[in-house]
C-alpha cells in the first residue's frame, strides 16, 4: 500500500517545489519521496512512487487533477476511433521514468529491503477512461460492459498488453514482487467480477515470469477472495472490513494473505494502534503467510507516533 | 430498497411545492409518495417513504441537508452531558407521524400489498451523530470506537432503544415486516462489526414481536453475512457486489434473501435489464426464499422503462 505521502514533513516540503505529477514523472524525486518513511521506520519493504494512470496516459489518455478533487482524464473515451487510437505498444518506453525511479531506490535499497512495483487493474483503469475521470456511480462504465461487449473487451486487451509490457519493465528495473490494484474490482456485480475484472488479471499474471511474486489487492471484494486465489497471485492483499482470522481459512495454503488494520487508526493514538496490531497479529498467528500491512493506504492526516507504534508492535510481536 | 423518488414525474410535481423534508414530515404526503410507485408497476410491496435521520432528531440532535450535498447535523456529538441529554423516551410520540403515513397506506393497500417500515442500525445512525453529519472516512466515529468504548456504547444503548420503540410503533400501525438498513456496516473492521454494529441490531431484532419478519440490509459487508444470518433477521438484504447464487449456499435455509440487481442498470436500457434480470433469477432457481429487489436504493437517473421492463421480468418469470 502506499507507504510515502503527506503525513510526513519530509514529504510535503517536496511537494511545496513539485507538483505530485512532477514527482511522479522525475526518477530522482520519485525515489527520493519511495525512500522517505524508510528512513523512518524499520518497514521491510519499499513501494515505488507512482500513480496507477500512467497507464492510460501512456497509452494516449492523459489526466489531470480536479480542483475540487479527484481525477479529470483528458477526454472521455467514447468512440471506436478514439479505442483503435489507444497505443500499448512502446507503453515501457514511455514510461521509463518508472523504471529509472525504481533503479535508483533498488541501488539505494542495497537488497535490505524488498521492491514493490504496482499498476492498476485493467477493470480499475478502464473506468477512468470510459468515465472520463473519477466516477460516482460508474454508470457509463457498467453501461459499455453490459451493452457493447465487445468495445468492452478490446479496451481491456490493450489495458492488459500494456500492463504486462509495464510490469516486465519494472521487474527487468529491479521489483522484487508486483502490486495490482484492483481499487474499483468492488463496484462489479458479484456475478460480472470474473469477466469484468479477473479474467483481465488472471492473463496479467500467466504472461510474467511463472512464480513471480504478484500481490493482488482488490478492494471492497470479499466474496470474491476464493476466486482471486486462483488466479496465480501468491499474495492477496485485503481490506480492513474482512476478519483475516476468517479469510484465512477460505484461501488455499500456497496463497499468502496481505493487511488489514483499518488506515484511519493511524489517526488515532499510539496505545489504540498498539492494542488493534496486536489483536490483528494474534488472529493470524500460526499462518503460513501473512504480510502485515494497512487495509488501504495511508492517509495524510495520519500520525508519525501512530506509525511508529504499528512497526514497533509488528517487529516486536512474538 | 427505496422505490419512490426523483427518477418518477408524479414525485418531482410534489417535490416541487414541498422540501423532502416535508414530505416525510406530513403523513398525507409521506403516504402518497409512498404509493406513487405502486400505481405505476405491479410491486409485492411497498415501502414507507421516511429517512433514517428521523430518530436522532426525535433524540434530539436535528439535521438538515448540505447545499453541497449529504447531511449536516445541528451539532456534532461531543460530551457526555450531550451524550446524557438524547431522550430515547416517547421516540414513538415525536415520530406519530411515520405512524400515520403507515396507517394510510396501510389502509390505501387494502391487503393487496405487504407494508415495510425501516429504520437504520445504531451504528449507522451513531456514525452521522458523531461525525455532525456525512462522512468520507468515519474518523472520529472509530476514534469513539476504539477508545473510549464507554461512551460509544452508551450512544448505541439510548439509539437501540429508541429503534425498539419506534419500530414496535411501526408495527402497531400496520408494518408486515421492518427493513433495518446497516448502511455503514461496511466501513467497519471486519473483527469489529460483532461490537460495533451487530450486537445492537441483534437486541432490537430480540425486543420485537417472535417471529415478525426483520429484513437486515447491510451494505458492503458480504464477509459479514453468516453472522448476520445469526441474528434473528428472516430476510438478508445484500448489495448487487454479491453472487446470490454463491451467497445462498452460505445462509441457513430459514434466513430468505433479498436482492440484488446493481441498481445502475435502471439507468440503461430495458433489454439489458430484462436480461440481467433473467440472469439473477436463473442462479436463484430453486431457492427457498428469494425476494427480489435491486441491490441498494433507486437512482434518481433510472428509467421508468427500464423499471418496467424489470418488473415485467420478474413477474412472468417462470
Redesign the interface.
Known sequence: MRQAGRYLPEYRALKATSSFLEMVRTPELAAEVTLQPLRRFALDAAIIFSDILVIPEALGQGYKFREAGGIAMDYRLESRNQLERLDPAGVQYRLAYVGQALERVKAALKGEQALLGFGGSPWTLGTYMLEGGSAD???RS??VF??DRDFFNRLMEKLTAALIEYFLMQIRAGADAIQIFDSWG??????D?EAASLRWIREIIRALPQGFPVILYAK????QLTDQAFTGASVLGVD????????RRLVPGNVALQG???P??M???PE?VR??TN??LE?MRGARGHIFNL?HGI?P?AKIECVEALVQAVTTWR
Chains 1, 2 share one sequence.
Not at 220 to 223: A, E, H, M, V
Not at 240 to 247: F, S
Open positions: 456511480e460508474f454508470e457498467k453501461a453490459y451493452s468492488g463496484i462489479v456485480a458479484g456475478q467480477y471492497g471484494t470479499p466474496s480492513w472490513t474482512v476478519d483475516l482470522g476468517v479469510v488489514n488494520l483499518d484511519v487508526l489517526n488515532t493514538t489504540i492494542h488493534e489483536r490483528l488472529t487495509g492517509m492526516q
